[in-house]
């Protein structure tokens, strides 16, 4: 439709009175970033934009782009288009936008999680007429356990392990799942190690306040036996690799919202599974559309057809924009090998 604020380019989501993209993955002039997991937030824009507590994140995948950060909830106007970043409880810094024009509002959710967590800003609803939203977690099986739960459990897990004198090796994303697990285990069980790719966002988001218990690197960790008590967090990507056959004895544990389908921890042939996602699960993505008050919902990247079909029953008007953004696994692709990610800013 010709009024639509924003429409599908090859270069990425594009809002056309305003003449700029959101995290488009070909580069362009201006970009909005909701956030900077690697598949939304790509190198080679000319301009970026988004919000104050993702700047040091960005910059530490990206390095020295040109960043305008804006603070949530502070209106932006470029060529008569009001634009404004709304937590969206994913990751730190992750922001929802905000798109105003001649008394039309869209909402671009970006990733979203409703449970809030201690590592970033919660997800806020912002009222709209049309919400474009993630599917990432778009199935009716996807029902998440609250997140103190999953804790217990790995704080169980840790604790047994170190009782019995074996290294705990829990692989998850480096930016985001490790950060908020490390939020939410039980520091007192043992030492805590990290994977080199995982220490740099661990710093961007101690910088930004949030409150991490103290990690080391393996390389930091002088005396050998405190790996038997130790917790090694990792980005999947070492599994198998030379990296991980100093953990061999290790009882090895993988976290993500993936974990809740049947098989998948044995598929990724580990001891445990625990089901953590940074996503919205289907009642939450449900929560959040019925928040928004929106008649028109476009859902991408996930379970599109699933969510159009359910929306519509549901009465409303419902699309889908094809986009090239990954679930985690891209993400866990370009955060998973051994040098920092810092270096690693151009990957896709
Ligand atoms: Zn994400
Ligand atoms: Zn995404």
């Not at 990206?62 to 969206?88: F, K, N």
């Not at 928040?291 to 859902?299: D, E, H, K, S, Y």
Request: charged residues 20%.
């Amino acid at each position: 439709m010709s009024g639509d604020l924003v429409v599908e380019r090859p270069e990425g989501l594009y809002c056309p009175s305003g003449d700029f993209y959101i995290d488009p993955w070909r580069p362009v002039h201006r970009a909005v970033i909701t956030h900077a997991h690697a598949d939304h937030a790509r190198a080679g824009h000319e301009h970026y934009l988004a919000a104050v507590p993702s700047e040091g994140v960005l910059r530490a995948r990206l390095g020295d782009i040109a960043l305008q950060p804006v603070a949530y909830g502070e209106t932006v106007e470029h060529r008569g288009v009001r634009v404004s970043l709304h937590p969206a409880g994913h990751v730190l810094g992750s922001a929802q936008v905000r798109i105003e024009c001649g008394g039309e509002v869209w909402v671009v959710s970006g990733d979203y999680k409703i449970e809030p967590d201690a590592t970033c800003a919660p997800f806020e609803p912002v009222a709209c007429h049309c919400f474009v939203t993630e599917s990432t977690f778009g199935l009716p099986i996807y029902r998440w356990q609250q997140q103190h739960e999953v804790f217990a459990d790995i704080n169980a897990w840790w604790a047994a392990n170190a009782a019995a004198g074996r290294p705990s090796l829990l692989m998850g994303y480096s930016f985001g799942k490790a950060q908020r697990i490390l939020s939410g285990i039980d520091a007192g069980i043992g030492p805590i190690v990290v994977h080199g790719a995982v220490e740099p966002l661990n710093r961007a988001y101690r910088a930004a306040g949030v409150g991490l218990p103290p990690t080391r690197l393996v390389s930091e960790v002088t005396d050998k036996a405190d790996f038997k008590r130790a917790l090694v967090l990792a980005p999947p990507s070492v599994q198998g690799s030379p990296w991980q056959r100093r953990f061999t004895d290790a009882s090895d544990a993988f976290a993500s919202g993936w974990m809740r389908l049947r098989g998948a921890r044995r598929r990724r042939g580990v001891d445990r599974g625990f089901v953590l996602s940074d996503h919205a699960d289907w009642p939450g993505l449900m929560q959040a559309i019925g928040a928004t008050g929106a008649q028109r919902v476009i859902v991408t990247h996930g379970y599109e057809a699933v969510m159009v079909r359910w929306l519509q029953q549901q009465g409303l008007e419902a699309g889908a924009f094809r986009t090239e953004y990954g679930d985690e696994a891209i993400e866990e692709a370009a955060a998973g090998a051994e040098t920092p990610a810092a270096s690693q800013g151009s990957t896709p």
